[in-house]
Each structure stands twice: as structure tokens, then as C-alpha cells.
């Protein structure tokens, strides 16, 4: 299974960016995808979550401005930044599970910052 992540960029305080990821490879199924992150000097940590079912789960510090969403490509996401922060600067990677394996991108640089 190989993970493909884009979009990301340098972006200013209160400006958008939108990431992608798509799966490809023997798995067909996964049944949680997402994205997490990592700033220099800090450990890697949840963003969202979207199940099979389309559940999604956020970080506190995200809610209300990013959105995560499946595509109509199967196995593939996007999640839909807004209103970014300085402290949004960070490694984005995108993670699929199945059976309880999980399976990591290989990371897009995201950096907010005037």
C-alpha cells in the first residue's frame, strides 16, 4: 500500500490550503483514514479522523476550521484548512488503517507564517 500526499505549501495567517491524499495498492477497504500531524520539537498528533461510515473526529484546535472529507476517487481524502494559525505550521501526514494496520504518507510540509 502506498500513500500520496499533496497540497501542501506556504500559506499566510487567515489563509487556506487543501490536502490530498490517495491510496494505492493491494488493500481495496480501509476503514478509518486521516491526518495527523507534526511540528519541529513536538510529537506527532491527531488532526481528523473520517471512518468508513464518514464519522469524522477532530482536534479541539482544529474544529470549526478545517474539514475533512472523502473523495469520490475511493480511498482518497482531503482535508480543507481555513483560517490558519501560525501554530498550523507542521508535517501533514495522512494515515489509512485496515484490519488495525496502519499505513502513513510521506508527509507535506505545511507553514503559515507572513
Known amino acids: 500500500v502506498q500513500l500520496q500526499a499533496s497540497g501542501g505549501g506556504l500559506v499566510q495567517p487567515g489563509g487556506s490550503l487543501r490536502l490530498s491524499c490517495e491510496a494505492s495498492g493491494a488493500i481495496s477497504h480501509f476503514n478509518l483514514m486521516g491526518w495527523y500531524r507534526q511540528a519541529p520539537g513536538k510529537q506527532r498528533e491527531l488532526v481528523a479522523l473520517?471512518?468508513?461510515?464518514?464519522?469524522?473526529t477532530y482536534a479541539d484546535s482544529v474544529k470549526g476550521r478545517f474539514t475533512i472529507s472523502r473523495g469520490n476517487v475511493k480511498n482518497t481524502i482531503y482535508l480543507e484548512m481555513n483560517a490558519m494559525k501560525p501554530e498550523d505550521t507542521a508535517v501533514y501526514y495522512c494515515?489509512?488503517?485496515?484490519?488495525?494496520?496502519?499505513?502513513w504518507g510521506q508527509g507535506t510540509q505545511v507553514t503559515v507564517s507572513s
Open positions: 473520517i471512518s468508513d461510515g464518514y464519522s469524522t
Open positions: 494515515c489509512f488503517s485496515a484490519s488495525g494496520m496502519p499505513y
